[in-house]
């Protein structure tokens, strides 16, 4: 899965700049950070999108898109619906939507 770039909105983000909180590609990245030496200071981290995203920590079998926090589990869709229409107590969980994108542990200054 790819992220999309905050600030063009066209590009594939390849940038992900902690002080903006926001993804970028290489144009809106070279275009924001090259603006005065404030910016030019901020960290960022390189996303590779050539993660192979976990399998679902249920069935094993597809890949896990959904972090249910409770559970502290890794969920494919049909695990996810599953679980979490069974009552009103666990359709409240919180479930977090995975990218799919990696980010490198190499600063980009």
Do not use: W
Not at 9 to 17: N, Y
Not at 30 to 52: F, G, I, T, W
Not at 68 to 92: F, M, P, Y
């Amino acid at each position: 899965m790819r992220i999309q770039c905050n600030l063009c909105e066209v590009a594939v983000a390849k940038v992900l700049c902690c002080a903006d909180e926001a993804a970028l590609c290489l144009a809106c990245d070279q275009k924001v950070h090259d603006a005065n030496m404030l910016v030019s200071e901020h960290h960022r981290l390189p996303l590779s999108s050539s993660y192979q995203m976990p399998k679902c920590d249920i069935c094993q079998e597809t890949p896990g898109f959904f972090f249910c926090l409770e559970d502290r589990a890794l969920l494919c869709r049909k695990c996810d619906v599953a679980i979490h229409t069974v009552n009103s107590l666990v359709s409240g969980h919180h479930r977090y939507l995975l990218t799919g994108v990696e980010v490198d542990t190499e600063t980009k200054n």
